[in-house]
């Protein structure tokens, strides 16, 4: 069982940038895929940026250049700097650790980002 808390949400004007940070319960925590996922209001969920095992590391187009995901193991947390940001970032972003690719796996609450142009 893996436990999830996001945190590092907030406001910030177009063009700023924030760091969330994602730490997690649990042991094994350098054998999980990490993600961050983001829900904008009225949109679905939808795959942000990930992280494996070791330490390769995709982006979604839409965020390509202007956020990076990083994490580290000793310490049991994911991060995602998001550099540069606008409007069409505002979402609720999530934290979802699993072991393989293709399963659900574990998922925080949630952290909000709103972006103010």
């Known amino acids: 069982q893996v436990q999830l808390v996001e945190s590092g949400g907030g406001m910030v004007q177009s063009g700023g940038s924030l760091r969330l940070s994602c730490v997690a319960s649990?042991?094994?925590?350098?054998?999980?895929?990490m993600r961050w996922y983001r829900q904008a209001p009225g949109k679905q969920r939808e795959l942000v940026a990930t992280i494996d095992r070791a330490g390769v590391t995709n982006y979604a187009e839409s965020v390509e250049g202007r956020f990076t995901i990083s994490r580290d193991n000793a310490n049991k947390k994911v991060f995602l700097q998001m550099n540069n940001l606008n409007v069409e970032d505002l979402a609720t972003y999530y934290c979802?650790?699993?072991?393989?690719?293709?399963?659900?796996?574990?998922w925080g609450k949630g952290t909000l980002v709103t972006v103010s142009s």
């Open positions: 649990g042991t094994s925590f350098s054998l999980y895929i």
């Open positions: 979802n650790a699993r072991i393989l690719a293709n399963e659900y796996g574990y």
